[in-house]
């Protein structure tokens, strides 16, 4: 599942935050691609244990955390560290597998079920730059607005086209989720969309909604490694 969500939609806090990462000090994106991603990378990231910006990444960390669709969506159980990343003159990322098993901002080992892709810069500031995600149906490419960000599943083949005009500025991170696998996480998603929706139609205590509860219940418990 590709979902779009809006992580961030107040336009002034957006610019704010893409501000606050033109300032970083930047450097080689090679640096942290694993071995099958090193070759095909050409980007400048910011070093991210300098103060500034780790305390970027930890507050777009803490919103996207706390984002109730992304929460619905990835059944998160930790976070990666974030990456921010800046493409120009250019730059691009060629198709790629992200690392399987990464590294958590907590310290510890990780797996990389859910990569998302947290857009700061508008999309008419650069040419280029959309990130392609390619799977057994096709391809699929995404340019978000400032303050969108595009979650996708971490085992999909992906690139980011040359930026040819300007510059594109993101928040790379990955995430762990209670549940590995991807279809299984899907239909829980379905499934909380339509409780969802029936809230609005139906008591609480309806024969409908209370085994619909009964249902996305069981299924966690078939399926979530919390
Ligand atoms: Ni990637």
Redesign the pocket.
């Given at each position: 599942m590709i979902l779009m969500i809006s992580a961030i939609p107040d336009p002034a806090a957006v610019a704010a935050l893409a501000a606050r990462a033109e300032a970083l000090e930047w450097r080689d994106g090679r640096t942290t691609a694993g071995p099958s991603?090193r070759g095909v990378k050409r980007n400048l990231q910011a070093v991210m244990n300098a103060p500034a910006a780790r305390a970027l990444a930890g507050e777009v960390q803490g919103l996207l955390a706390a984002h109730p669709v992304l929460r619905a969506a990835a059944l998160p159980r930790r976070f990666s560290h974030l990456l921010i990343s800046k493409t120009q003159d250019g730059g691009h990322?060629g198709a790629?597998i992200?690392n399987a098993v990464i590294k958590a901002a907590s310290g510890e080992a990780m797996r990389s079920d859910v990569?998302f892709t947290l857009f700061l810069t508008p999309p008419g500031d650069y040419d280029g730059g959309e990130l392609v995600i390619h799977s057994a149906s096709g391809t699929q490419e995404i340019k978000g607005e400032a303050g969108a960000a595009v979650l996708y599943p971490s085992g999909t083949l992906?690139e980011v086209r040359p930026v040819t005009r300007g510059q594109r500025i993101v928040c790379?991170g990955w995430i762990e989720s209670m549940v590995a696998d991807c279809a299984a996480r899907e239909t829980l998603f379905d499934l909380e969309n339509l409780r969802a929706a029936l809230r609005a139609r139906l008591p609480l205590q309806s024969e409908e909604l209370l085994t619909l509860d009964k249902t996305i219940s069981n299924l966690l418990r078939r399926w979530a490694q919390p």
């Amino acid at each position: 599942m590709i979902l779009m969500i809006s992580a961030i939609p107040d336009p002034a806090a957006v610019a704010a935050l893409a501000a606050r990462a033109e300032a970083l000090e930047w450097r080689d994106g090679r640096t942290t691609a694993g071995p099958s991603a090193r070759g095909v990378k050409r980007n400048l990231q910011a070093v991210m244990n300098a103060p500034a910006a780790r305390a970027l990444a930890g507050e777009v960390q803490g919103l996207l955390a706390a984002h109730p669709v992304l929460r619905a969506a990835a059944l998160p159980r930790r976070f990666s560290h974030l990456l921010i990343s800046k493409t120009q003159d250019g730059g691009h990322y060629g198709a790629h597998i992200d690392n399987a098993v990464i590294k958590a901002a907590s310290g510890e080992a990780m797996r990389s079920d859910v990569s998302f892709t947290l857009f700061l810069t508008p999309p008419g500031d650069y040419d280029g730059g959309e990130l392609v995600i390619h799977s057994a149906s096709g391809t699929q490419e995404i340019k978000g607005e400032a303050g969108a960000a595009v979650l996708y599943p971490s085992g999909t083949l992906h690139e980011v086209r040359p930026v040819t005009r300007g510059q594109r500025i993101v928040c790379v991170g990955w995430i762990e989720s209670m549940v590995a696998d991807c279809a299984a996480r899907e239909t829980l998603f379905d499934l909380e969309n339509l409780r969802a929706a029936l809230r609005a139609r139906l008591p609480l205590q309806s024969e409908e909604l209370l085994t619909l509860d009964k249902t996305i219940s069981n299924l966690l418990r078939r399926w979530a490694q919390p």
